[in-house]
């Protein structure tokens, strides 16, 4: 069946260094691909997104990149802190109305200082 | 900035038993979801919710779940007969019309003894 899935289950990174997080979904029909970040014990919290029809996508300190071809997708987060220390999800999605989410399983994101 | 909020935040059932789990989704959102996290595993999506009816639900959503929108902010998720494979985080999430991101709350953590 369709899935996304992430390859590395555990980044472990410095404070201050960049983190790039990568995720391969399967689903060639799906337009709209998100991030989230959670934290323990909390819900997903929106990162950042971005539709087919774009390849990068920057935010504040965060930029997703979107690769077609291989249906690869990345999270790069600058100056890493230890705030950022947390699971972080991929998401795709089919833009039909309904927008159903279908998540990866997840790459835990740990930063020292 | 307007949040998804769920109550309880944990939950202990016996099995068998009846739960509901409670959510009040961004006031001016339309569509509705509810989605749950098997300890240690990816978010996985139950059900969308729209104009008064179940959009999609996916095969977990199986006879014992049931969702409703009682009034005009509550949205809630009712499993009729536990089981102990229902325990797990509870994910509730809505969208507004005019965006595709979907806001998580903060989840409802239920224990099924």
């Known amino acids: 069946g369709e899935s996304v899935g992430l390859h590395l289950p555990t980044l472990s990174v410095q404070e201050g260094d960049n983190s790039i997080i990568n995720c391969a979904y399967s689903?060639?029909?799906?337009?709209?691909f998100i991030w989230y970040k959670q934290e323990s014990g909390k819900g997903p919290q929106f990162i950042i997104d971005?539709?087919?029809?774009?390849d990068k996508r920057q935010g504040q300190r965060v930029t997703v990149l979107l690769n077609k071809t291989v249906k690869h997708l990345s999270l790069q987060i600058a100056a890493t802190q230890p705030g950022d220390s947390a699971v972080y999800f991929c998401?795709?999605?089919?833009?039909?109305?309904?927008?159903?989410?279908?998540f990866g399983k997840g790459t835990m994101l740990l930063v020292s200082p | 900035e307007p949040e998804v909020t769920q109550t309880p935040s944990h939950q202990v059932t016996q099995m068998g038993q009846e739960v509901i789990l409670r959510c009040v989704p961004i006031?001016?959102?339309?569509?509705f979801y509810w989605y749950r996290q098997i300890l240690g595993q990816k978010v996985e999506f139950l059900v969308s919710?729209?104009?008064?009816?179940?959009?999609?639900k996916s095969e977990i959503f199986d006879d014992q779940f049931s969702v409703e929108r009682p009034d005009g902010s509550n949205f809630t998720l009712k499993i009729r007969s536990t089981k102990l494979e229902d325990s797990a985080m509870y994910f509730c999430?809505?969208?507004?019309?005019?965006?595709?991101?979907?806001?998580f709350g903060p989840g409802t953590r239920l224990l099924v003894l």
């Open positions: 971005i539709r087919s029809n774009m």
């Open positions: 689903n060639s029909a799906s337009d709209y």
């Open positions: 919710f729209y104009n008064n009816e179940i959009s999609e």
């Open positions: 999430a809505s969208r507004g019309t005019d965006q595709e991101t979907q806001y």
């Open positions: 006031s001016n959102h339309l569509y």
């Open positions: 998401a795709e999605t089919h833009y039909s109305g309904y927008s159903t989410l279908t």
